[in-house]
């Protein structure tokens, strides 16, 4: 069935870094691909999307490119801020008969320092 | 406003008791879901409904029981609760032909 794979955190890093959180897939198909950000103690907020193979997602700095050759969908940012410091899931999109539900994988829990 | 709202956002039990938490969306949208986020994060979709019909129940035991009584409500039911019950559960919404699905704040489950 259709899943994704994420790192595994925790991820510890310091202000203005360097960001890479992995994400991959496995699917029938091509379904939209996202990242969700979940701040602690609030609900999921959507912070990128792609629908389509080489489509590219970004907001507020966060960029992951759809990449059907290597069934990818790495979040990536330039400059970390302290205020990013949450859990990143990446999700896919399942079926019309699946009710359009998405799989998450396990989350990846990011800590920013300053 | 809230787009998607639940209450209670904690809930506190005991073991064998019987429980509902609410859910309302006021986008205007088709489709709304139960997932359940455990205690390491994992979510996992429990239910989908669309126009208030029932389109997937992901192997969840008959105790949870969602109703829909109308398209921008979304309820859950859970019969005679058990500790395995403990987790965060998320109310979320869409518009079928939408990409974006809505979130509400989450309803803390405990089981004593």
């Known amino acids: 069935g259709n899943s994704v794979t994420q790192m595994e955190g925790p991820v510890t890093l310091s202000e203005e870094a360097f960001l890479t959180i992995n994400c991959t897939y496995t699917?029938?198909?091509?379904?939209?691909l996202f990242w969700y950000v979940q701040y602690p103690g609030e609900g999921l907020q959507l912070l990128l999307k792609?629908?389509?193979?080489?489509d590219k997602g970004s907001n507020k700095g966060f960029e992951a490119t759809y990449r059907k050759e290597t069934t990818s969908f790495h979040l990536e940012k330039g400059s970390v801020q302290v205020s990013d410091s949450a859990v990143y899931f990446c999700a896919l999109k399942r079926s019309r008969n699946s009710g359009y539900a998405l799989n998450f994988g396990k989350g990846t829990s990011l800590l920013v320092t300053p | 406003d809230t787009a998607v709202s639940q209450t209670p956002k904690y809930l506190v039990t005991q073991m064998g008791n019987d429980k509902s938490i609410k859910c309302e969306q006021n986008?205007?949208?088709?489709?709304m879901y139960w997932y359940k986020q455990d205690s390491k994060k994992f979510l996992k979709i429990m239910f989908s409904?669309?126009?208030?019909?029932?389109?997937i129940n992901e192997t969840v035991p008959n105790r949870f029981s969602p109703k829909s009584p109308d398209k921008a409500h979304l309820n859950l039911h859970i019969n005679s609760l058990e500790l395995g019950d403990s987790a965060v559960y998320f109310c979320?919404?869409?518009?079928?032909?939408?990409?974006?699905?809505?979130f509400g704040p989450g309803t803390r489950l405990t089981v004593l």
């Open positions: 699917a029938t198909g091509y379904p939209s």
């Open positions: 792609a629908t389509k193979a080489d």
């Open positions: 979320a919404s869409s518009q079928v032909t939408s990409n974006e699905q809505f």
């Open positions: 409904y669309n126009n208030k019909e029932l389109i």
């Open positions: 986008l205007g949208h088709d489709t």
